[in-house]
DNA sequence: AATGATTTAGGACGATTGTCCTATTTTGAG
DNA sequence: CTCAAAATAGGACAATCGTCCTAAATCATT
């Protein structure tokens, strides 16, 4: 394993923070302190805070990436690899309680910043947007993937935020096998078609 | 109808900023430019920032409250009642496309800030839940009560989350139909039983 | 070993932050 | 009208913010 530069330093520390604390929050104090890194130095790797999210976003998306491969690796079958996006709320539970979906309090927070990288942060939704499509038009729902995969998002999201809020445990339980149950019948209702 | 003291006009235009652009990001300056108090002023209404924001959670609780209220008068039947909140997703669609959904965007960045106000930015989430239970019970979901609650919730963060992030009209509409359908045979469910 | 380029450290900068203090003005009760 | 109380204005504060600059240290290539 190859050692990590100062660069790659800086932005994994940079992505922890601004998952736990927000983007605006972390100061480049912050990151200094965890990476022990003299601030000085933060300038000859990166201009400015906003390059630092970019790259942070940047990270985000080839780990997303990687982690949609790992499920497509694990599983030959659509339906399982919907699965697999759905359990990561109960995979990364105790981070969801303290800290809520990386990726929608990131386009959250800079929506309401209303920063330039918003476009770019949307860009993770986006590849699980069509990667779910691309697993429901598998599974034959082609004129409704759009949707449905919308809806998958906007499920998860919702379940997200609200154990972020109350982390109740049978709370999380239990919608995480209704969302898993409607996966099952939305899958049901097309396979009379094979 | 009263004139607004200078308190309620800080806190009113506080409560627009902190949603606008979240609570962190609004300064003294903010608040001062909008309101046309000088910053001195202020600290003979409140003596601190945070002192702020509980008066707007406050208030917020207060016209949260009054809104329930309007929909008991509008409705006498709790399915009613309850497609009053699912359809707030539509009435302010606008507002939920710029900053997301109020109480969600709060909770939610007061999670990352580990802020004290945590406890009362929830109870607003909290009364929403309380009467959405009522009205489930008045149905005679009793036993379900509190994860059908939930479950109102939870979907309806999530479509706000997604669509402040998308802004697609299409999933808008539709996951409040679906959300409407679920509601109407949730319902029938149990109307057996009357 | 020598030299040029890259990397690092740390201070300085102007602006802004939340907070506080002290005059001045406005208000309301007698 | 009087005068104490309440409200307002505006500057000062220490701390922190993102940014920038320069000198020292490290590295890589000859």
Redesign the interface.
């Known amino acids: 394993m190859t050692k990590e530069t100062t660069r790659e330093r800086i932005i994994t520390v940079a992505d922890n923070l601004f998952y736990?604390?927000?983007f605006?929050?972390t100061s480049f104090a912050d990151i200094a302190g965890e990476t022990s890194i003299s601030r000085g130095n933060f300038y000859h790797h990166f201009k400015t805070k906003d390059q630092i999210l970019e790259a942070v976003i940047e990270l985000r998306l080839k780990n997303t990436l990687a982690m949609i491969k790992e499920w497509e690796a694990a599983s030959h079958c659509a339906k399982e690899r919907i699965k697999s996006y759905i359990t990561i709320l109960d995979r990364n539970k105790n981070k969801i309680a303290?800290?809520?979906c990386p990726v929608?309090?990131l386009?959250?927070?800079l929506?309401?910043?209303s920063h330039d990288a918003q476009g770019s942060a949307?860009k993770i939704?986006s590849l699980f947007d069509e990667w779910l499509q691309i697993q429901f038009i598998d599974i034959g729902l082609n004129d409704e993937a759009e949707?449905l995969s919308?809806?998958v998002?906007?499920?998860?999201?919702?379940?997200a935020?609200?154990y972020?809020?109350?982390q109740?445990d049978?709370?999380l339980k239990?919608?995480i096998s209704?969302l898993l149950e409607w996966l099952e019948e939305t899958c049901s209702t097309t396979t009379a078609n094979h």
Chains 1, 2 share one sequence.
């Open positions: 736990e604390q927000g605006d929050h303290k800290h809520g929608g309090t386009t959250s927070e929506a309401k910043l949307n939704f949707l919308q809806h998002l906007a499920r998860s999201q919702g379940i935020t609200l972020n809020t109350f109740s049978t709370f239990k919608e209704l």
